[in-house]
C-alpha cells in the first residue's frame, strides 16, 4: 500500500515525522511538501502552502489550528492536504491495474486536481491541450499502438479545428459529432476507422469530466456514436494448423522460424505484440507441466496459457535461443514472410472472403490470424466461451462471438456434418 505525508521543506533529511531540529527553525514560513512512496518508487510533489514551523504538528503532519485556510483564503489548509492524499490514492489505485504509475503520472494527476479548485482561469486547460497531456501521461499505462491511436486522432481533432473553428469542451456535442463525423468522410476513412476516432474523443470527454475539467456530457447521448461494422478475416482450421506445421521449408530457413513463430500463436492465443516477445521468465511449471505466464501489453492483465505438445516441441526445436523461440522481426515484416510461407506451402484456396472472393487464402493470413485461429477452434471444438474469454480478454460473449469467425462457410461445413451424422443414425434405426 502506498505510503503518502507530509513534510515541510526545512524538513529534507530529516523524517517526515520529526520536528526540525531547533537549530534549523526560523520564524520564515516554510513549505509544504506531500511525499508519496510506493514500490520503489518516491515522488515529491509541493502543495504551494506555506507555514510556519512553529505552527506545524510534525506527528499529525497538520496544520495545529483547525482553521487555518489556504493562502487565497478559499479553502481550509488541513482539508486540502486531505484531499490531496485521497487523489494520490485514488489515482494510484485506478492506475496500478495497467501497471506501475509513474511519480510523473501521479504528479499530473495531482497538478490538475489543484488547477480545477483554483479560480485562476489560465490554469484551465483547453480540450486539446488536455488531450495531450493525457496522450503523453497513457505511456505510461496504455500500450504503445493505444498511444499511436491517440496522436492519430489529437491530429484529425486539430486539422479539424483549423478548418471549421476553434474547438474546446463545451463543443462537443451532436452538432459537432455530424459535422466531424462528414470531416472524417471527406477524409476517406474507413467506417471502423471512423467508428474509433469517435470512441476515443469519448474516451478523452470522460477523463475530462472525472478531472472536473467540464461538466459537459453531451457526449454521452446515445446518438453520439457511430457504429463499427463486421470485418471480413478468416481463420486456419486445426487441419490447416497442421498441413503448415508439417510442410518441409528446410531449404527457406526465414520462412521455417516465420511458419513455427505462427504456429505457436496458433497455439497460445496471444497477439503478436506478446507470443513474439516471450521471455525465459515466461515459461513457467508448475506441478510437472509447463505454462506461459505473461502481462499483456494491450490489458496489462496476466493470462496463463498451458503449452501444447506442438509448443513444447517448438521449444526443443529452438533451445539454445533464450527463450526457446524464433528470433522476433517486425510485424509488417513477418506478415510479408508469412503470406510467402503460407502461398508456398499450398494455402491458394478462393472464396473465403465474402466480400471479396477471388483474394487467394494466403494473402488473408496475417500475425493476427493465429490468435484468431485460436479462439474460433477451442470454441467449436467446444471448450467454454468463458474460459476463452480469459484468455482473449473479450469482456462480453457479446463481442467475444464477433471476434471468432464462424461464419456461413465454417456454419454450413458444420451443418453438413450434422446431417451426415443424423442420416447415418436414421440408416441405422431404418435397418
Not at 492536504?81 to 494510484?92: A, D, P, W
Not at 497538478?111 to 488536455?130: R, V
Not at 446431417?419 to 441405422?428: A, G, P, V
Request: charge should be positive; aromatic fraction near 10%.
Amino acid at each position: 500500500m502506498p505510503n503518502v505525508n507530509f513534510y515541510l521543506k526545512e524538513q529534507q533529511g530529516w523524517n517526515p515525522k520529526q520536528s526540525i531540529p531547533k537549530s534549523k527553525r526560523t520564524d520564515e514560513e516554510s513549505l509544504i511538501l506531500l511525499q508519496m512512496k510506493y514500490k520503489g518508487q518516491r515522488l515529491v510533489h509541493s502543495t504551494g502552502e506555506a507555514i510556519n514551523p512553529s505552527r506545524w504538528n510534525f506527528d499529525k503532519q497538520r496544520v495545529k489550528n483547525v482553521s487555518t485556510t489556504t493562502k487565497d483564503g478559499k479553502h481550509n489548509l488541513n482539508d486540502l492536504l486531505n484531499n490531496l492524499q485521497k487523489e494520490s490514492l485514488n489515482v494510484y489505485n485506478a492506475k496500478i491495474a495497467y501497471g506501475t504509475p509513474t511519480p510523473e503520472t501521479i504528479k499530473a494527476h495531482l497538478k490538475a486536481y489543484m488547477d480545477k479548485n483554483n479560480d485562476k482561469g489560465e490554469k484551465k486547460p483547453s480540450l486539446l491541450t488536455f488531450i495531450d497531456r493525457f496522450k503523453e501521461e497513457s505511456k505510461e499505462t496504455k500500450a504503445q499502438n493505444t498511444v499511436k491511436r491517440y496522436g492519430t486522432v489529437i491530429g484529425h481533432l486539430q486539422e479539424y479545428s483549423k478548418k471549421k473553428g476553434k474547438i474546446d469542451f463545451d463543443s462537443i456535442n451532436l452538432d459537432f459529432f455530424h459535422s466531424y463525423v462528414s470531416f472524417l468522410k471527406s477524409k476517406k476513412l474507413a467506417r471502423n476507422s471512423i467508428a474509433k476516432d469517435i470512441s476515443i474523443v469519448k474516451t478523452f470527454m470522460n477523463e475530462a469530466v472525472d478531472r472536473g475539467h467540464t461538466n459537459n456530457i453531451n457526449f454521452k447521448h446515445r446518438k453520439f456514436s457511430y457504429g463499427y461494422e463486421d470485418t471480413d478475416s478468416v481463420y486456419l482450421s486445426e487441419q490447416e494448423i497442421n498441413k503448415l506445421l508439417k510442410h518441409d521449408f528446410s531449404a527457406n530457413k526465414k520462412l521455417d522460424q516465420v511458419r513455427d513463430l505462427f504456429v505457436f500463436g496458433c497455439q497460445v492465443g496471444l497477439r503478436y505484440s506478446d507470443y513474439s516477445e516471450v521471455k525465459p521468465e515466461n515459461i513457467i511449471t508448475i506441478d510437472g507441466k509447463k505454462f506461459i505466464s505473461i502481462i499483456t501489453k494491450k490489458t496489462k492483465e496476466t493470462v496463463i496459457v498451458p503449452c501444447s505438445a506442438i509448443v513444447l516441441k517448438i521449444f526443443e526445436k529452438y533451445h539454445a535461443n533464450s527463450n526457446s523461440l524464433p528470433k522476433r522481426i517486425s510485424p509488417q515484416k513477418f506478415n510479408d514472410y508469412l503470406k510467402e510461407t503460407c502461398k508456398e506451402a499450398g494455402f491458394t484456396e478462393r472464396g473465403r472472403l465474402t466480400t471479396d472472393p477471388a483474394v487467394p487464402l494466403y494473402e488473408c493470413i496475417s500475425s493476427h490470424t493465429a490468435r484468431r485461429s485460436f479462439a474460433t477452434n477451442h470454441y467449436l471444438s467446444g471448450f467454454p466461451t468463458i474460459e476463452l474469454m480469459r484468455i482473449t480478454g473479450h469482456r462480453t460473449e457479446r463481442a467475444f462471438l464477433k471476434y471468432i469467425k464462424v461464419g456461413k462457410f465454417e456454419s454450413a461445413k458444420r451443418l453438413g456434418e450434422h446431417m451426415e451424422m443424423r442420416n447415418s443414425q436414421l440408416l441405422k434405426i431404418a435397418g
